[in-house]
């Protein structure tokens, strides 16, 4: 088969390597869409990856090709999202459920070979099915929608409060339309660009506040009644937003990092305070898993896309890329601010 292999830094070609085969508990998926991840820009474009030769892509839909022996749930045909965490089972985090934690994990498309392939396999569990309603290129986006979801729920959410998201891009549209759907009664979306603002209103938020307005914070104050957010999630992993997460949040409110930061960040003591005067409580959320593995959050992904709540717009992506030019779509990368959007790779093509 063909498939996108790194071979060293700024090295990924386009060859022909050996199609897998299932093995007992396996199915064999041929992939239709891979979104390339930031996680994944490091990784080529870096010095981020495991070994050499590798193949990344853990974003992935496509169909069952071919099941090992002892699957039961999937059959050739069946339409899937996959699920990139390969857990242990064995840990006591995984004993728990907390399997986002556990320590011996693998992981398809960083450990072990994954999707920017024509084919790949997975262990029956990692592979949710889905409607025909909903399309290959939302499968595509399993992993970040549950990603929100899982951020969201890390905070005891109850309806009928405000919601703050502070970053526009997919990870925070999703958060919004969970907090949504789960009933807030306001939503807030925090960004630095006018189309992302416009886009969390197309999608269902109630408003979006500009950062670089100089009364931004007298905008969403008024958002509030003056009182703040009953929760706040950030989704930029940006020190700005970081930040400000701890200036919105209103007493006793929740704050949760969703986003992963990429530079060293510290606070004033004014910062620090607003935590202790506040008394919120805050915390970080690590990818998207739940007991029974992988969890409600692929569930009710696969759900809420089939009925339309979950709302998906063409915007989320920025362009699809033949696998075959999967060098051309990581050389994007390399011009900051020059992919706005998920590319998605192509297997077919």
């Known amino acids: 088969m063909k498939a996108g292999v790194v071979h060293a830094r700024e090295d990924i070609r386009y060859e022909e390597i050996e199609k897998p085969a299932p093995k007992k508990g396996h199915v064999l998926i041929k992939v239709k869409y891979t979104g390339i991840c930031g996680s994944d820009v490091p990784r080529v474009n870096g010095d981020a990856c495991h070994y050499y030769p590798n193949v990344l892509g853990h974003e992935f839909s496509g169909t069952v090709e071919e099941v090992g022996e002892g699957v039961s749930r999937l059959k050739p045909g ?25 320590r011996h994990y693998s992981f398809i498309g960083s450990r072990e070979f994954g999707s920017f392939a024509e084919y790949v396999t997975a262990p029956e569990a990692n592979a949710v099915k889905f409607a025909p309603e909903v399309s290959f290129e939302q499968g595509a986006f399993f992993e970040p929608a549950t990603v929100a979801l899982h951020g969201l729920e890390r905070l005891p959410f109850e309806g009928g409060k405000t919601v703050a998201i ?34 969390g209103k197309r999608l269902g938020a109630t408003a979006g506040v500009n950062t670089l307005d100089k009364d931004f914070m007298d905008q969403a104050m008024k958002l509030t009644d003056g009182k703040g957010f009953d929760y706040v999630y950030e989704t930029a992993g940006n020190t700005v937003t970081m930040k400000m997460a701890f200036a919105l949040a209103a007493n006793k409110a929740g704050v949760c990092f969703i986003g992963t930061p990429t530079k060293e960040l510290s606070f004033s003591v004014d910062e620090w305070e607003n935590m202790n005067r506040k008394e919120f409580n805050l915390t970080g959320s690590w990818m998207s898993y739940s007991a029974p593995f992988p969890g409600h959050e692929w569930e009710l992904t696969s759900h809420y896309f089939k009925t339309g709540a979950l709302k998906f717009d063409e915007s989320f992506i920025f362009r699809k890329i033949p696998l075959s030019q999967i060098a051309d779509a990581f050389e994007l990368y390399k011009t900051p601010g020059a992919v706005k959007g998920k590319i998605l790779i192509d297997s077919e093509l």
Not at 78 to 102: F, H, I, T, W
Not at 172 to 186: E, L, P, R, Y
Request: hydrophobic share 40%; net charge negative; glycine share 12%.
């Open 78 to 102: 069946d339409r899937v999202a996959g699920v990139p965490l390969v857990p242990c089972m064995e840990c006591e985090d995984c004993q728990k459920g907390n399997y986002s934690l556990c």
């Open 166 to 199: 502070l970053g526009g891009g997919t990870i925070g549209m999703f958060v919004m339309q969970w907090a949504k759907i789960f009933g807030a009664k306001t939503t807030v979306v925090f960004d630095i660009a006018p189309e992302r603002l416009e886009l």
